[in-house]
């Protein structure tokens, strides 16, 4: 029994760079406090957990800038945990997203007495399985982040516990992503098997023979597939609806945005620095996907008539969007991820600014319909037109920022100069035609229909927190269109360094 | 002054009128008088602007090249940069829209349409303006496909709020329509950015979205793949013009929009596709240009015979002034489809002139309809006995429209089938040859439609309906104002037609020199064979 102990005394703590690490650690220490405050103060430390999360993320803010200030690329864990430019920028997304996330949540959960220092709490640990995500080089590590993130989600997306609906979300969520986690688990299973490592660049190593061993071919395409269902792609996306819907509109928005932005964190470091070799096995999968997605989610959002259901569809289409520059990885290499970086960036700000435009807008009407959102200009210009510059900013029209996320994509697929690219080009563009189709309707409700007999059409006052959500993301929309440097100048360029 | 037009003289009033409007957005809506005023005011700048650029650019006396360039970065990571500039092929359409934007403001100073709300009508007016004098000064191509875009959302608002009873569908068809033309520009755009030979910029080889370098940089593209890149630019320019069979966007927004909407719609927005193709599409790629000349063509006068007949079964005036533009539109597009000096010349005028014609009809149909409260031909007439004056201007306004010597619309239309008699010599003589006897044709029926439509509404006696309806008037001084300008010009076009000729026709023979210059012999159009 002695004998396992010179092994357990051999253990060498790795070199631990604290700096590298800080920005974790400080969203571990705001979760720490948060709970400690609900522990001591009790009742009396509701009034502050909003705004101590809130701060918080902006403190964790710090370390990052910082470390993009120092520039160095550093490695921990034999390359398990990278913090390089390309980790650097999702991180500062997460935590800004998250913060967004906080100011759309002040309200909603004070005034839906719902329990406020647990929902700041997981939200905060599901923040910090994202941004540890961005920097896994790692099988296990990505897999941990993965779910750090997802499990809060899960609790999240249930938290109006009265309503079923809300159960429902939070089941189906469940139940589809644990799913998702065991087909990941076993591709990853299948590629460790192979290179006997859990590293990305080992198994970039071992799989890149080009030998078409099924075992690779499985390994690959069950670890995107498990992604896809992250990122809500088509087929993979029937959870969405029905959990985006049921939801809490706060924690809706957090999904949207972040949830699916980590997926496609773990997506380009698969593709980019796992798997760059086998662009044969992935670019068709991926096209597969893309193409669906975008189709699949552009007609049924045609249908819906709940604006949170079909925000969900508007997902599973952007995601598509997202995916295309993937599929042409092999052929384009980094720029396919500064093409999805830019999109995720752009995304994250415009479909806040809907969600919140929702939220505010929700407190009046209590409902989700979009016939509801009928006459909102005669008595909420200022929501109207922030409404109609997110809604055409997705739809791309410049100059608004979604141009410039369609534009990165249709760069970056044009210049694959492949059938492959050409062809995703000319889909996206029929597909961007068709999006406008029920973006325009929300925008058409609510400049162009009377509003309903009886409504409530007195002006419509929406909380300080709320302004503040609306106006970070209305600029941000807006700034990003007209001087899209301000992006390209942190998505340019080599991100990831291939060891 | 030179200094300072040079530097800051289109950036100015490019941007002024989105200023404006920001500082419209600022004021409470109830404020009605003060917005008229600011939306005036700005505009009004706008235009001086513009007749100060006219005045330096008589100065500088160089109609060939571009005039006023600024050149700074804008978008690096993908070499697109904010070029601006101005030569006599767009000079005319910015004046002409620094014209018609503050008339627009003035013609509805007191008959805003239903739901009124002048800040949000006027704002929407300005932001369009923006966009349509960035389109015709941009000088790269990104930043011409985002002016080329910022049109489209004030004008779907202006349909879908302003408008008439189906102005829903028609709001919508006019967004979708014009969007699926410029999501495949944009990929051609890309396409020819990354397949055009990288070329000097700032010392080092870079792709470019530059559209003064582009014609040389894209000479050395594979003709298979300049067919290719062509067609999404002709789909995105065809559909904006419209063209035939993509026309069917147009009468439905016409017939819906305020009028103020269809006079900017008729006078600028259709220009900026046939603008797209003098300026882009053919001097970036002729090669591609000539395969599909004959196409284009061919499309081009059965706009012009369908136009034509569609005129004739139509019983709305609107309508009918609509499905004219795309008769006219189809002389302009056979004038670029000839791809000789004097064809393009031609379309230019006939952008010009069709802009102040069409314009000046939609602005009467407007001032009818507000008297009579509706369009439908069967039930108007006498307009000449109830308003002399403004069944004056009407006649006046058909005879520009069909063309009569000595008025604008005849610059545009003559020379366009003079052109078609010898196309360049790439093209095949017989089949431009049969397309001129067909547009000549389609002028006959031209003057068939304008001056049935005279008939039934300035002649005979007013219905019993309106025979004794006080609220019908002669054209008020508001009106008068707004059209006194365009029937000015429309004269003196008209008469002396060297006014635009004179500017636009070195700029033309240079846009087509540059293609001589770069591809290899034979494979070009001679630029002098209309001559």
Known sequence: MLSSVPAIAGFVRPDIDWHAVAPELTLLGVGAVVTLVDIVLLERGRAYTSALTGIGLLVALIPIVTLAADGNTREMFGGAFVVDDFALILKAMFIVVAYVVVLLSTNYIAEGDYWENEYYGLLLSAVLGMVLMASARDLITMFVALELLSIPAYLLAAWRKGDPKSNEAGLKYYLMGVFASAIMLYGMSLLFGLAGDTRLAAISDAVSGGDSNPVVILGIIFVIVGFAFKVSGFPFHTWAPDTYEGAPTPVTAFLAVASKAAGFVALMQLVHAGFPGRDDVYQPLLWILAVGSMTAGNLIALRQENIVRLMAYSGVSQAGFMLAPLAVAGDIGGEALSAVITYVLIYAAMNLGVFAVIIAVARRTASGEISSYAGLFKYAPGMTILMSVFMFSLAGIPPLGGWFAKFAVFRAVVEADTGWGYSLAAIAAVNSVIALFYYARVARMMWFENAPEGADTTSLRVPPSLVAALGLTGAATLLFGIYPAVITHFTDGTLIALP | ?531
């Open chain 2, 1 to 531: 002054m030179g200094d300072f037009l040079n530097d800051w003289g289109l950036s100015i009033p490019t941007f002024l009128p989105i200023i404006g409007a920001a500082v419209m957005l600022l004021i409470p809506k109830d404020r009605e008088q003060l917005h008229k005023l600011i939306a005036l005011a700005t505009t009004v700048a706008v235009a001086v602007f513009g007749v100060l650029l006219l005045i330096q650019f008589i100065d500088n006396d160089d109609y060939g090249s571009l005039n006023f360039v600024v050149d700074k970065g804008w978008i690096d990571v993908i070499d697109s940069r904010y070029i601006m500039g101005v030569d006599g092929i767009s000079l005319p359409l910015i004046l002409l829209t620094m014209l018609i934007v503050p008339l627009c403001v003035i013609y509805s100073w007191n008959h805003f349409p239903e739901p009124r709300n002048p800040k949000a009508f006027l704002m929407l007016l300005l932001i369009l303006e923006t966009g349509m004098i960035g389109t015709f000064a941009a000088q790269d191509l990104i930043l011409f496909f985002v002016f080329f875009e910022v049109v489209l959302l004030p004008m779907y608002f202006m349909i879908g709020v302003w408008g008439g009873e189906n102005r829903r569908y028609a709001a919508i068809k006019f967004f979708l329509f014009t969007l699926f033309g410029s999501a495949l520009m944009l990929v051609s755009f890309l396409a020819l950015y990354f397949l055009a030979d990288p070329v000097m910029v700032g010392g080092e080889l870079a792709r470019t979205f530059d559209m003064r370098l582009l014609p040389e940089a894209a000479a050395g593209i594979a003709k298979s793949s300049q067919v290719w890149v062509f067609g999404g630019m002709f789909l995105g320019f065809g559909i904006k013009v419209p063209m035939f069979p993509f026309h069917t966007w147009l009468p439905d927004a016409h017939t819906e929009a305020p009028t103020v909407g269809s006079v900017i719609l008729a006078a600028v927005l259709l220009k900026l596709g046939t603008y797209g193709f003098v300026r882009i599409a053919i001097p970036i790629l002729p090669e591609a240009a000539a395969e599909w000349a004959p196409f284009i063509g061919l499309l081009a006068v059965i706009g012009i015979i369908y136009g034509a007949l569609g005129c004739l079964a139509q019983r709305d005036l609107k309508r009918l002034v609509a499905f004219s533009s795309v008769a006219h539109m189809g002389f302009v597009m056979l004038g670029i489809a000839t791809l000789t000096d004097f064809g393009i010349n031609a379309a230019v005028f006939g952008m010009v002139a069709h802009g102040l014609i069409t314009g000046m009809l939609f602005f009467l149909a407007g001032s009818v309809k507000e008297r009579y409260h509706t369009l439908d031909m069967s039930r108007l007439g006498g307009l000449l006995v109830q308003a002399p004056r403004m069944g004056w201007i009407l006649g006046f306004c058909a005879m520009a429209s069909l063309g009569l010597p000595g008025l604008a619309g005849f610059w545009g239309e003559f020379p366009a089938i003079l052109a078609s008699y010898n196309p360049a010599e790439v093209l095949a003589e017989e089949t431009f040859r049969s397309y001129m006897v067909v547009a000549a044709l389609g002028t006959v029926l031209a003057a068939g439609y304008l001056l049935w439509m005279l008939q039934k509404t300035a002649f005979g006696t007013p219905r019993e309906e309106f025979a004794n309806d006080a609220s019908i008037r002669d054209a008020t001084a508001s009106e008068y104002l707004a059209w006194a300008p365009l029937l000015i010009l429309i004269l003196a076009l008209g008469v002396y037609p060297q006014l635009l000729f004179g500017a636009t026709d070195p700029a033309v023979v240079n846009s087509l020199n540059d293609c001589l210059d770069s591809v290899a012999s034979g494979a070009c159009f001679d630029a002098a064979a209309g001559r």
